[in-house]
């Protein structure tokens, strides 16, 4: 088997941040038309150091994707990422193996790319003030997302190590780092959650009418998005397997009705409502689909064939 290796550096060089939120919107419809094929995600708790989330997904004139993304929160005190993966592509007609890549570079652009996506969709077009919690991986992706979709004068940057949100607000000349996450929500248009929080870190008397919030965050059996915000607004997720409870699903949301959330989606097949005021306060929780790396890392494949960028290897 020849298989094509992709690095982190090849993932970012390959992927178009707007051909990316292009993809992801076409999968969000496919998804609810129930075209994706995508078991509910598996785990493999390690002991107390961390786990491992199997996540397959396929769908007719794709090749499949399976990724395999660890888990380990330690690892930040080693100078590595507390979130590592790979993505593994099989041919369509064969099963054949056809390209492995870097995961964790596919991760961070479809996590944020369908966070900026549910903006577009459900933030109020006046939004002018962004405000991320969050500076480390999520929070430099969703730095260079979001401002493709609104026109942001005011970037606050919150995190819980302030010289870490300096270094991200340094890299945009409208963001600027602020002391508190608090600081950081009252007054914003659109805020977005980018940490691996076990514990809620905003609340709802920080929002202002009309704000949407984004949270990317996954650290079951916590989570840091927190119950009493979810109620006041309404509420938008990729799936409503969602709904379950971990591995499958959120934690934040496990137990409620699934009734009660809309998925992306409906919104873009014009199936159900976005928003529908001004004044709503509309939230987008993701529990992370497949349908997100498959649709991530066929796009990266095909455009690594066209130029010719990788490194074939034979298995």
Known sequence: MDILMLTEEDVQNLLDPDSLLGVLAEGFKSLSEGKVVAPPRNELRMGKAGFVLGMPAWQPQSDAAIKLVSIFHANQQLGLPSHLALVCLLDEQTGTPVSILNGTAITAARTAGAAALSTRLLARANASVLA????????????KMLPRVRDFRDIRIA??????????AATL???????????AVRGADVICLC????T???SANWLSPG????????APPGGELDRSVIKQGNLFVETRLAFEPPPAGCS?????????????GEVLLARRPGRQSNLDITIYKAMGHAMEDMV????????????????????
């Open 173 to 183: 000349p409208q963001a600027r780092a602020v002391a508190s996450f608090e600081e």
């Open 159 to 168: 995190a819980r190590t302030f010289s870490h949100a300096q270094q991200l």
């Open 132 to 143: 991320i919690l969050g500076a480390g991986v999520q929070g430099v992706a969703h730095v």
């Open 200 to 202: 809620p870190i905003i």
């Open 211 to 218: 704000a949407h919030i984004t949270s990317v965050g996954y």
């Open 296 to 315: 991530t890392a066929n796009l990266v494949y095909q455009r690594a064939r066209q130029q010719g960028v990788g490194q074939l290897v034979k298995l």
């Open 252 to 264: 934040e949301l496990s137990g409620l009705d699934p009734t009660t959330g809309t998925e992306l």
């Open 195 to 198: 940490t691996s929080s076990g």
